[in-house]
């Protein structure tokens, strides 16, 4: 009876982002700082997937995951922040309730694969560090592509599981998200419909998926460093380091957000979002400059590309 009752208020059919700030000038700056951050993130990650699919010295499985990671951060900061902009330059500011849900789908599924491919380079590193002699055999080609699309299968699963539920729920009363884009435990307050049951499912699905990523990511990280300490040369333990300090640095940039955002119970306050915007927008457009930049390698790529380039023009 009190479901009925409860489903006799009007039902919204869009939602209204507050986003960042509500004044105009504010946004207008708000509105240049994440169109450069945009294309910085658009220019970086094209570049890195650029060289490594352009140069045959990048066949390894450590830039295989890389190429990967890559384009996974050029999705990821498509589904948000074009939407931002838009809003930051909007009087309107609104999102249909469907269009809402399927931006919760991709931030969920991409955000996903992303925590599971940062689990899987952990494992490439300690393949590599802690077993250099069967490294080939322990990553071949056929297990690293099977890795990556178990990353992509596992989180859009996870993801449609939690959209599915929350296609079945009554928006209604005020439509008001205090954030600049859809997830999933900022739709659950606005539900006029038992959301018990959708709270419970992402709550364990992310427990499961986040708690299974960061176990294997702490595993391989406590060998390697285990077998770095015990290595007798200086080059090669620092060589070792600089090897895993990139990933590493990603990881806890990531991984940190992303489970304070998910952890923490939704409140529309401004901590919630600062959180969403490190792992969704920050994170993406730091990836490519954490990797070249630590990355000799792919620093000559790089030079040796835009050198290439300048010659053709």
Not at 157 to 170: E, K, R
Not at 173 to 188: A, Q, R, V
Not at 227 to 241: D, E, I, P, Q
Request: aromatic letters at 12%; glycine letters at 4%; a positive charge.
């Amino acid at each position: 009876m009190h479901s009925k009752a409860m489903r006799n208020f009007s039902v919204v059919s869009e939602f209204i982002l507050l986003g960042l700030s509500a004044d105009a000038q504010v946004q207008a700056v708000l509105f240049v700082v994440f169109l450069v951050i945009y294309v910085l993130t658009l220019t970086g990650n094209s570049t890195i997937l650029l060289v490594i699919t352009a140069d045959v010295h990048f066949r390894s499985p450590m830039y295989f995951f890389l190429g990967h990671l890559s384009f996974l951060d050029l999705l990821y900061s498509s589904v948000s922040v074009p939407k931002m902009l838009e809003n930051l330059v909007s009087e309107t500011k609104t999102i249909p309730v469907k269009g809402c849900l399927a931006q919760a789908f991709f931030v969920f599924a991409i955000g996903g694969t992303e925590a599971l491919l940062l689990a899987v380079m952990a494992y490439d590193r300690y393949a590599a560090i802690c077993h250099p002699l069967l490294y080939g055999q322990m990553m071949s080609d056929q297990f690293c592509q099977g890795l990556v699309w178990g990353s992509w299968s596992l989180a859009i699963l996870n993801s449609l599981i939690n959209t599915l539920l929350a296609a079945n729920l009554d928006f209604c009363d005020h439509g008001t998200i205090h954030n600049y884009n859809c997830e999933f435990p900022s739709l659950f307050p606005l539900s006029c419909s038992d959301v018990s049951t959708n709270i419970t499912a992402m709550f364990w699905t992310f427990v499961i998926h986040a708690s299974g990523t960061f176990l294997l990511v702490v595993c391989s990280y406590g060998c390697i460093f285990s077998t770095v300490l015990h290595m007798s040369s200086t080059k090669g333990r620092s060589k070792a380091f600089s090897t895993c300090s990139s990933h590493l640095t990603v990881v806890m940039l990531y991984f940190g957000s992303a489970c304070l955002r998910y952890a923490l119970r939704t409140s529309g306050s401004p901590v919630e979002t600062l959180f969403s915007l490190q792992y969704s927008v920050i994170t993406p457009m730091l990836n490519p400059f954490i990797y070249s930049l630590k990355n000799k390698e792919v620093k000559a790529a790089m030079r040796k590309l835009l050198a290439r380039c300048c010659r053709h023009f």
